[in-house]
């Protein structure tokens, strides 16, 4: 289940402006930032490789994306339209 206490940013998107999908990007070896993404509940997509990184140790390794649907997000928050959190929280 996405930890809320670590993406203010996602409930904004999802509730207050509407977006239908957030998506993040990270080398593959950026294993802090990946499992930032992973605790706000984002999902893995895939693995691509960019020139937008040359000479940055790792980057032959290539990216990853991460994604979380709106669907998704409030299915983990057990169904409610603004994503709110249970007292159990």
């Not at 940055?56 to 649907?69: C, F, H, N, R, S």
Request: glycine residues 12%; negative net charge; proline residues 7%.
């Amino acid at each position: 289940m996405p930890q809320r206490d670590h993406a203010p940013s996602l409930t904004r998107g999802f509730t207050d402006l509407g977006v239908p999908r957030v998506v993040a990007h990270t080398m593959t070896v950026n294993h802090a930032s990946r499992r930032v993404m992973e605790k706000c509940g984002l999902g893995f997509v895939r693995t691509y490789h960019s020139d937008d990184v040359p000479g940055i140790p790792g980057a032959e390794q290539g990216e990853v994306e991460y994604a979380l649907t709106r669907e998704a997000w409030q299915a983990a928050a057990g169904g409610r339209p603004e994503g709110g959190q249970t007292s159990q929280s």
